[in-house]
T-cell receptor
Framework: SQTIHQWPATLVQPVGSPLSLECTVE??????LYWYRQAAGRGLQLLFY??????ISSEVPQNLSASRPQDRQFILSSKKLLLSDSGFYLC??????????FGSGTQLSVL | DQQVKQNSPSLSVQEGRISILNCDYT??????FLWYKKYPAEGPTFLIS?????DKNEDGRFTVFLNKSAKHLSLHIVPSQPGDSAVYFC?????????FGTGTSLTVIP
């Protein structure tokens, strides 16, 4: 069966520090991979998605970037965090464009 | 512009009664909609989906209705249970992208 791992569960970072969130999927090959963010009191905003290794599509211009170095690994990064980067970050995968399966999320607080 | 809108941020329902959550969409080209349930500090979980070739899809206590002429879909939960209290998101699948609404927080009162 397929599983998705996302870590860490919580993270507190100072403004201006770098960020690296990692997500891995097991039990499937060539999944579509996604990063979403839920800001406080808001919906799920699509940040990045990837349909293959090295292929990244960005939905909104921002202080973040994503990379897919391996088929089942998706990384969300920032060189310098802003206060506005605080939120709940979710990784997700899908097969053949069907339903999304989400990880457990990372609560990021930038102070 | 948001492609999927949920105009009711919250809803309270008595246990055993029907919960109706609504969603409107603007893009009529794509044909697959989904509902997700989310508890605080957890990832959303899939509930039910519907294709535009259907008007209705049912799975146990959950039924989704699609009104293509009005560009509106709704999720019915019958009977509502306290464990259904969560935030519900509708989503539109546009091929590789999934766009979500802002969510409706459902509270089922025992």
């Amino acid at each position: 069966s397929q599983t998705i791992h996302q870590w860490p569960a919580t993270l507190v970072q100072p403004v201006g520090s770098p960020l690296s969130l990692e997500c891995t999927v097991e039990g499937t090959s060539n999944p579509n991979l996604y990063w979403y963010r839920q800001a406080a009191g808001r919906g799920l905003q699509l940040l990045f998605y990837s349909v293959g290794i090295g292929q990244i599509s960005s939905e909104v211009p921002q202080n973040l970037s994503a990379s897919r170095p391996q088929d089942r690994q998706f990384i969300l990064s920032s060189k310098k965090l802003l206060l506005s980067d605080s939120g709940f970050y979710l990784c997700a995968w899908s097969a053949l464009g069907e339903k999304l399966f989400f990880g457990s999320g990372t609560q990021l607080s930038v102070l | 512009d948001q492609q999927v809108k949920q105009n009711s941020p919250s809803l309270s329902v008595q246990e055993g009664r029907i919960s109706i959550l609504n969603c409107d969409y603007t893009n009529s080209m794509f044909d697959y909609f989904l509902w997700y349930k989310k508890y605080p500090a957890e990832g959303p979980t899939f509930l039910i989906s519907i294709s535009s070739i259907k008007d209705k899809n049912e799975d146990g206590r959950f039924t989704v209705f699609l009104n293509k002429s009005a560009k509106h879909l709704s999720l019915h939960i019958v009977p509502s249970q306290p464990g259904d209290s969560a935030v519900y998101f509708c989503a539109e699948n546009t091929g590789n992208q999934f766009y979500f609404g802002t969510g409706t927080s459902l509270t089922v009162i025992p």
